[in-house]
Nanobody, 119 residues
Framework: QVQLVESGGGLVQTGGSLKLSCAASGRTFSSLHMGWFRQAPGKEREFVASINWSGSSTYASDSVKGRFTISRDNAKNTVYLQMISLKSEDTAVYYC????????????WGQGTQVTVSS
């Protein structure tokens, strides 16, 4: 069955860095677009970043552009989110998601990993 498992979350001080990982299984990873989303307490889930199936194209939201970098390793069936210069407003549960290249919506999601940025 399809499974996405995030890891790498934790507690970090303002200005610090974290690298999230998401290990995917169940479908051909190299044929999937991948994305990272986050949800802060009391807020709706929001898009963070995405990467196409080959890794040749990435996109990040304005709120994280220049600080967060999405990447993938198709040999390891893993997508990453490198986060630097973390701010308190980055505190959220971070989710990875996947979608087939022919689809417009993400259809499988991980369970999430908590990122807490403290001052």
């Amino acid at each position: 069955q399809v499974q996405l498992v995030e890891s790498g979350g934790g507690l970090v001080q303002t200005g610090g860095s974290l690298k999230l990982s998401c290990a995917a299984s169940g479908r051909t990873f190299s044929s999937l677009h991948m994305g990272w989303f986050r949800q802060a307490p009391g807020k709706e889930r929001e898009f963070v970043a995405s990467i196409n199936w080959s890794g040749s194209s990435t996109y990040a939201s304005d709120s994280v552009k220049g600080r967060f970098t999405i990447s993938r390793d198709n040999a390891k069936n893993t997508v990453y989110l490198q986060m630097i210069s973390l701010k308190s407003e980055d505190t959220a549960v971070y989710y990875c998601a996947e979608r087939e290249v022919t689809k417009s919506r993400y259809d499988y999601w991980g369970q999430g990993t908590q990122v807490t940025v403290s001052s």
